[in-house]
């Protein structure tokens, strides 16, 4: 981190009522007087005329507020204009505040120097990212969570147990002749065990948490005629497919995002399931059955009024959710392929309700809802099979020395996680992921 004073929007782009300026750095104070004449009162909205440092001229009245170091978001100095929301307001504040020696942010640099100044950990960061990114409720608390230190604290826990088994595989290591405990060596390979099958559960979670984070994929499939693009407008609640009576219709994968009880869900409708009759279609049902392989979920869809075709009845297995469409001009199996169907009009509308239901229960499974702290990222998943490789090297090790070197492994792999060790090579990764103000 260099000593440079940053500046960014932190509001959303466009014309709004209202615009927020952020400014963070060792010289806001010097900066934020050069265009408000003088600092506010700390944590206390004021109302000024913003001046233009080198001409003078009047920018906009704006409720500024200031914040001293390190009682402030980044941990610096830092100051906010509520600025009106014009583009020549903004436009006109950026070219002061750079001219009164500010430099435009980088993406996620205010958070973080809240991370290099110990306002926050790497995981906490990370929640913010995603808070500032969720589409759905359930995004919205999973990431409230995570930034509020859900993870942090797991994390820092399973870390403090770590330190305080090193130190008593060290204290056997130097004083090995002295009158310690009796099988304290055996303890702390019992603990580190106990600990590993804790990581391991952990990371037995299929992905939950980052499913939530990056949403679902379901995958309409079934023959032509079935019914499937209509059935996806129904869901959708808009017209996403073209609906024909004539076969092969859809041939390309059509998407709708859609929210499922707070799940993120991107619906796809594919190409009918049958032997192609040409080489665009049989194109479309290669990438319907790629699609499948894809899914998170599978919506197995049949008509009603026809028999089941085997393509699509091959698909139908435990987990599937399995329709029998055009319920209007014909009455539902009670069973297709060992499976009770949800009975559906996508044209009436009757058995909708019902669908959604399911598919919002479906899909509330497959991401996890009612974990605390679910891992929400690849490298979380990384570093803690890393730290639990260590940990079953551990109860591989000949030597105390070894089984020594295997903890502090360990602890190297969950600071990574944290911050606390090692970090440089993932700060850009992390926080490159942020909109430039935050």
Same mark, same amino acid.
Not at 92 to 95: C, M
Not at 177 to 190: C, I, K, Y
Not at 305 to 310: C, G, K, L, V
């Given at each position: 981190m260099n000593g440079d004073t940053i500046f960014a929007l932190a509001s959303g782009a466009g014309r709004a009522a209202v615009a927020v300026m952020r400014l963070s750095g060792p010289e806001a104070a010097r900066v934020l007087a050069a265009l408000a004449g003088r600092l506010p009162r700390p944590r206390e909205a004021t109302l000024r005329r913003l001046r233009h440092p080198a001409t003078g001229e009047a920018l906009d009245r704006a409720l500024v507020l200031w914040f001293p170091g390190p009682r402030s978001y980044t941990g610096e100095d830092a100051a906010e204009l509520h600025l009106h929301g014009g583009p020549a307001v903004i436009a006109?504040?950026?070219?002061a505040l750079a001219a009164a020696g500010a430099r435009p942010a980088e993406p996620g640099e205010f958070t973080r120097r809240a991370f290099l100044?110990? $306002?926050?950990?790497?995981?906490?960061?990370?929640?913010?990212?995603?808070?500032?990114?969720?589409?759905?409720?359930?995004?919205?608390?999973?990431?409230?969570?995570?930034?509020?230190?859900?993870?942090?604290?797991?994390?820092?826990?399973?870390?403090?147990?770590?330190?305080?088994?090193?130190?008593r595989q060290e204290a056997f290591i130097e004083f090995e002749?002295?009158?310690?405990?009796?099988?304290?060596?055996?303890?702390?390979?019992?603990e580190a065990a106990a600990l590993r099958a804790e990581i391991a559960a952990h990371l037995d979670d299929e992905g939950r948490g980052e499913r939530l984070r990056e949403g679902l994929l379901v995958a309409i499939l079934?023959?032509?005629?079935?019914? $499937?693009?209509?059935?996806?407008n129904a869901l959708a609640g808009r017209e996403v497919a073209i609906v024909s009576?004539?076969?092969?219709?859809?041939? &390309?994968?059509?998407?709708?995002?859609?929210?499922?009880?707070?799940?993120?869900?991107?619906?796809? &409708?594919?190409?009918?399931?049958?032997?192609?009759?040409?080489?665009?279609?049989?194109?479309?049902?290669?990438?319907a059955r790629l699609r499948a392989g894809e899914?998170?979920?599978?919506?197995?869809?049949?008509?009603?009024?026809?028999?089941? &075709?085997?393509?699509t009845l091959a698909l139908v297995r435990p987990g599937v959710v399995v329709v029998a469409n055009k319920t209007d001009l014909a009455p539902a199996p009670a069973q297709i392929g060992g499976e009770a169907p949800i009975p559906v009009s996508a044209r009436t509308g009757a058995g909708l309700?019902?669908?959604?239901a399911r598919l919002a229960e479906a899909a509330a499974s497959r991401a996890g809802l009612a974990a605390e702290a679910p891992l929400t990222r690849p490298r979380h998943r990384a570093a803690l099979r890393e730290a639990a490789g260590w940990l079953a090297a551990l109860e591989a090790a000949p030597l105390p020395e070894l089984r020594a070197e295997a903890l502090r492994a360990a602890l190297r792999s969950l600071g990574r996680l944290t911050g606390q060790v090692g970090v440089e090579a993932v700060?850009?990764?992390?926080?490159?992921?942020?909109?430039?103000? $935050?």
């Open positions: 006109g504040v950026a070219e100044h110990g $306002k926050l950990d790497l995981t906490a960061a990370e929640g913010i990212a995603d808070l500032i990114a969720a589409e759905t409720a359930a995004q919205r608390r999973q990431a409230l969570r995570q930034a509020e230190g859900a993870l942090a604290a797991l994390y820092g826990g399973w870390a403090a147990r770590l330190s305080r088994l090193l130190a002749e002295e009158d310690l405990p009796s099988g304290l060596d055996a303890a702390v390979a019992a079934g023959a032509p005629n079935a019914g $499937k693009s209509s059935l996806m009576t004539r076969a092969g219709t859809t041939r &390309d994968v059509v998407e709708a995002r859609l929210d499922l009880g707070g799940v993120p869900v991107t619906l796809a &409708d594919t190409a009918g399931l049958r032997e192609a009759a040409d080489e665009i279609e049989a194109e479309g049902v290669r990438r899914a998170d979920l599978i919506l197995a869809v049949f008509a009603a009024d026809a028999p089941p &075709d085997a393509e309700a019902a669908l959604q700060l850009d990764l992390v926080f490159g992921e942020f909109c430039i103000g $935050k």
